[in-house]
């Protein structure tokens, strides 16, 4: 039996509206790129096909944004589901619960944290960002409250990068700077 034309168009109107919502949920982590942070330099391989490279480093600032501004909706559309961390932390969690957990922590340390990315380089399906975290230590970390402590010190990731998101990671942060600067270590 065919359904009536009416009944076709109440259908159409419900799968419009539902597409609609869910844009509007996922919209904050495909905005422009002019809110993604930018490199200040960027090295790219241009042997890379274009759409690959583009893809790449969308991928990356959207992850580096996370990293800025702790926006969780960045952090998923950057990365796998399956996302694996191949210099995990002690006790941190594998994946992206790991991250998000960290940033979170991170950020109660540091409520005002900011990240510029100082370079990018883009080369076969890696990304490497030097990045460089400021702000101040005014919430709590390991059971000690903060005084104002300037905190700036820098990180690198690699990034591998598969069909536009990355699928594991490597970094390297200056936990001991971090660390001294919030006075939980011995300069």
């Known amino acids: 039996m065919n359904a009536t034309p009416q009944k076709n168009s109440r259908q159409g109107v419900r799968w419009l509206s539902a597409m609609l919502l869910g844009a509007a949920v996922v919209a904050p982590a495909f905005a422009g790129t002019d809110e993604l942070v930018k490199p200040d330099v960027l090295v790219v391989d241009h042997s890379l096909p274009k759409q690959a490279l583009a893809a790449q480093i969308l991928a990356a600032r959207r992850y580096d944004t996370f990293w800025n501004t702790g926006d969780e909706a960045m952090a998923l559309a950057a990365l796998w589901s399956n ?105």
């Open 83 to 187: 996302f694996f961390d191949n210099t995990l932390p002690n006790g941190r969690p594998q994946g992206i619960d790991g991250v998000l957990k960290a940033s979170k922590a991170f950020r109660t340390a540091v409520p005002d944290l900011h990240c510029d990315v100082r370079q990018m380089i883009v080369a076969g399906d890696r990304v490497v960002t030097h990045l460089h975290f400021t702000g101040h230590f005014t919430g709590s970390f390991m059971g000690k409250p903060g005084q104002g402590q300037v905190i700036d010190f820098i990180a690198t990731d690699i990034y591998r990068v598969a069909d536009g998101r990355i699928a594991e990671d490597w970094h390297l942060e200056d936990n001991l700077t971090f660390l001294q600067q919030a006075g939980l270590a011995a300069k």
